[in-house]
């Protein structure tokens, strides 16, 4: 599950819940004892520390991806990635200062973060020269004293020190600087460090940040010639996931995807652990989302046994859901198997923690198709547990990928806990038989002639909204970001409808690059962006149209 996205789970539900009357206590069949046997080993290794976390890109998600695919291969699936059972693709991971990057000052080599940085929006140059520090001219580096503008905005809340010094190097570069080199005398703390989620637009000019002792070491006397070699090196920082793709061919002419993410959060190096101590530690992700893997692998094994071949199977487990849905997103723009014989998706990504007195399964994805009402009753009686039905065809993981496409999808949850993005989303306290209930049902909504006899027809759902409005003082524009954008700026997954994006004429795959004053370069100066306005306020916005750069005006 998907920590950004999460926060609306809350607040934006459109739940129908009936009281549950008679709950009894069935003796389990020996196929469910096989089913929660299966479950506890399949979990039980999934989530445990040998495989630190499973995190996209790591050895972890590696052992992972090994034991997923060899559960496939002994289920009798056909391998259906690009490189058989799997389907490698590219993270974008930010920014990096790569090794090439160096800054000789009078023939001593300074140290990169110790002695200074340069910015993530710094141009890529080879500089050498002998400026003198107070004298600014053309064609050499010009050095800039943080000082007085830090104590002239010291009582300034409005005062955004990136954008200032953004905004007085691509002047400085105009009026001839080759490098822009910075550094801070004053007693303020400015904070500045190299981000490495920095999205704004790259400079024509290198900017480089020399930090307070070694400033004081080479820049003490003013009036000095220095002697400078300095190369700025910054490159993207990428990881490699891997999804796993197994087939089922029963020849039909449809094909049914069932999927879960197998990537956790590791040692929560990527900022989306709830544990807020700082402390490394392993994320076993057992409920999120070992039990969605095993509950994959079951249904693998239950529907390579089943007489009925109404369908073909596709079963994928997703990598780098945790980083913004990467995995789904990337086999939906790289399908495997001819997309258009797709009939519907089922999404499995927290099953295991049924809670045992309230019995609540959440069934999202219910409003993209008028068949699953047909199928899906939650006053059911006999329903094996209470459903919950959340209409929207998106929310905080990988089906939201293929209703994009334009499938119908479902999405089984059991709920958020207090262990959620925890190291202690543990494998004992997995509900294993009631994961099993879970299993069984979606083997029946998979084999009923309903959904197994027609092509489903798919219906647009409202969008829930993803930016949180839980923040304090924020409003919102109703978008739904793209988590995987590399670019500069905000990319527009989708657009909620009545919300203040799409009154302001933004859709779909625009690029918002600047919200009123404030440049947008990443998801958190969006955020930080938004809590500087009021409902009700007007701000302009600047956006990226293919190649047009646009503007418009929204109202909160
Ligand atoms: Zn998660």
Redesign the pocket.
């Known amino acids: 599950?998907?920590?950004i996205r999460v926060a609306f789970l809350f607040i934006s539900f459109f739940i129908v819940q009936v009281s549950f009357a008679q709950k009894k206590k069935s003796k389990l069949s020996k196929a469910d004892n096989t089913t929660v046997t299966n479950l506890q080993a399949n979990i039980g290794y999934l989530a445990s520390d040998k495989l630190e976390g499973r995190r996209a890109g790591t050895n972890g998600e590696k052992l992972a991806s090994e034991f997923i695919s060899q559960k496939f291969q002994e289920a009798g699936l056909q391998p259906k990635g690009t490189d058989g059972f799997f389907q490698p693709f590219e993270i974008y991971d930010g920014k990096q200062i790569n090794n090439a990057t160096h800054f000789v000052i009078n023939e001593n080599n300074l140290a990169i973060d110790k002695d200074f940085f340069p910015f993530p929006f710094s141009q890529n140059a080879s500089i050498e020269a002998m400026p003198s520090i107070a004298v600014q001219e053309a064609d050499m580096p010009w050095f800039y004293d943080l000082k007085e503008t830090l104590e002239e905005n010291k009582n300034n809340p409005h005062f955004d020190l990136s954008e200032y010094i953004r905004n007085n190097a691509k002047k400085a570069k105009s009026r001839g600087a080759s490098a822009v080199i910075l550094y801070n005398s004053s007693t303020i703390d400015d904070q500045l460090k190299f981000d490495s989620k920095d999205r704004t637009e790259k400079l024509d000019v290198p900017v480089v940040y020399v930090t307070k002792d070694a400033a004081k070491k080479y820049f003490g006397d003013q009036t000095a010639t220095i002697d400078i070699k300095l190369k700025v090196d910054i490159g993207d920082k990428k990881r490699t996931g891997h999804n796993i793709i197994g087939y089922l061919d029963n020849g039909a002419a449809r094909t049914v995807v069932l999927g879960a993410h197998y990537d956790h959060l590791g040692y929560g190096e990527d900022g989306n652990s709830m544990l807020r101590t700082g402390e490394k530690a392993i994320h076993n992700g057992a409920d999120?989302n070992a039990s969605g893997t095993a509950a994959l692998i079951e249904l693998a094994r239950i529907l390579k046994n089943t007489k009925q071949k109404n369908n073909n199977y596709l079963f994928i487990a997703f990598s780098a859901e945790?980083l913004g849905l990467n995995g789904s997103k990337f086999f939906t723009e790289h399908p495997t198997i001819d997309f258009t014989k797709v009939n519907y998706m089922i999404n499995m990504d927290m099953v295991g923690r049924l809670n045992d007195s309230s019995e609540v399964v959440t069934i999202g994805g219910y409003g993209t198709s008028p068949q699953w009402g047909t199928l899906i009753d939650p006053n059911n009686k006999k329903n094996p547990f209470v459903i919950r039905i959340d209409s929207s065809g998106t929310g905080p993981s990988d089906h939201t990928s293929f209703y994009r496409k334009d499938i119908p999808v479902l999405f089984f949850f059991t709920g958020l806990h207090s262990d959620y993005?925890k190291p202690s989303d543990d494998a004992d306290k997995i509900n294993y038989t009631g994961e099993t209930k879970i299993i069984n049902y979606i083997s029946s909504i998979v084999l009923s002639p309903t959904t197994s006899s027609q092509k489903l027809a798919f219906l647009k759902t409202r969008e829930t909204q993803s930016t949180s409005s839980l923040r304090s003082g924020g409003v919102t524009m109703g978008i739904m970001p793209d988590y995987t954008f590399a670019g500069t700026g905000i990319r527009c997954d989708g657009i909620s409808d009545g919300r203040p994006a799409q009154k302001a004429g933004l859709k779909a795959g625009d690029i918002i690059i600047k919200v009123g004053d404030y440049s947008i370069s990443s998801m958190d100066s969006y955020m930080q962006t938004l809590g500087k306005f009021q409902k009700g306020d007007k701000a302009k916005v600047k956006f990226k149209r293919g190649n047009e750069e646009m503007e418009t005006e929204v109202q909160f």
């Open positions: 599950m998907n920590n999120d945790e993005h």
